[in-house]
């Protein structure tokens, strides 16, 4: 299950992508949609990080907004003929900061907003210690800590990297304990009309699961689940489309027909 080098996507977007208006990443704008149209990009979501109450003073993953809003009306506008540029957010979810949250995405008619969990009860999930961790009990209280977030803030269109714990715990847990929990998450974002992603991240670091893990792209279509988006959450354009075929092929065996563009927060629904 690995996308050939040089293999042409099936897909001509990716719709989670950052620049460097995100802390973490030093590419500039401009180069990064060179690049993308240089890849045969068509449509491209620009969804860099504002992550409010994010705990590490290094990376506080804010943005100024109205430099940015100007810059990506600019780029839209200069590559409008050859790649449509979808103005975006990914937004990180973390109780106490919804209202911060909330003004932020309201300020702007975006296109597209990505809701994600970076932290986990006030500490960020990447520089996390695990060592001591009870994967188990860290794993349902994630879960549960995150339907409790997500039943009082529901401003976003996709959730991200659903199982992004996967990334960082070491360790590919059984999910049978928190199925549960997991499912009402997913009739959560069924209900309120919310889609997931397929987020191929977690190949470049080589933990060789997509995110959110299979089970949960199969449990969200069993239970009516339709709105899916793809997203290589590239922080350098060598990782545009990272392993999209084979993210491709995933959904269609799990039973979707469709993937969705968003423009003005709707959905598309465009045939796999």
Same mark, same amino acid.
């Given at each position: ?40 990009? !068509? ?68 296109? /597209? ?9 006030? !500490? ?28 009082? /803030? ?114 598309? /629904?465009?045939?796999?």
């Amino acid at each position: 299950m690995h996308d050939k080098p040089n293999e042409i996507c099936r897909l001509d977007c990716d719709f989670h992508t950052h620049t460097g208006f995100s802390d973490d990443c030093d590419i500039p704008p401009e180069k990064m949609l060179e690049s993308a149209y240089a890849k045969g990009i !068509k449509t491209l979501a620009v969804t860099d990080h504002y992550d409010p109450g994010y705990p590490d003073p290094e990376f506080p993953f804010t943005i100024d907004f109205e430099t940015y809003q100007k810059r990506l009306q600019k780029l839209k506008e200069k590559y409008q003929v050859r790649m449509e540029i979808l103005t975006g957010l990914e937004v990180g979810i973390m109780d106490g900061q919804f209202e911060a949250a909330n003004k932020i995405v309201n300020a702007f008619p975006y296109d /597209f907003i990505i809701g994600s969990f970076h932290c986990y009860r006030g !500490k960020d999930l990447y520089t996390y210690d695990y060592s001591n961790a009870d994967g188990p009990a860290m794993l349902e209280d994630f879960y549960t800590w995150m339907y409790d977030c997500l039943k009082e /803030f529901d401003n976003y269109d996709i959730l991200g990297h659903f199982s992004i714990l996967d990334r960082y715990i070491g360790k590919l847990y059984d999910y049978a304990p928190v199925e549960e929990i997991i499912d009402e998450i997913l009739k959560l974002l069924i209900q309120r009309g919310k889609g997931i992603e397929i987020n191929t991240s977690s190949f470049k670091y080589g933990t060789g699961t997509w995110l959110p893990r299979e089970s949960i792209l199969k449990r969200y279509r069993q239970l009516g689940g339709e709105i899916l988006t793809f997203g290589s959450d590239a922080h350098d354009p060598q990782y545009y489309q990272y392993h999209f075929n084979d993210a491709v092929e995933l959904a269609k065996s799990l039973g979707y027909r469709y993937y969705c563009k968003f423009r003005e927060r709707k959905p598309e /629904f465009i045939a796999l």
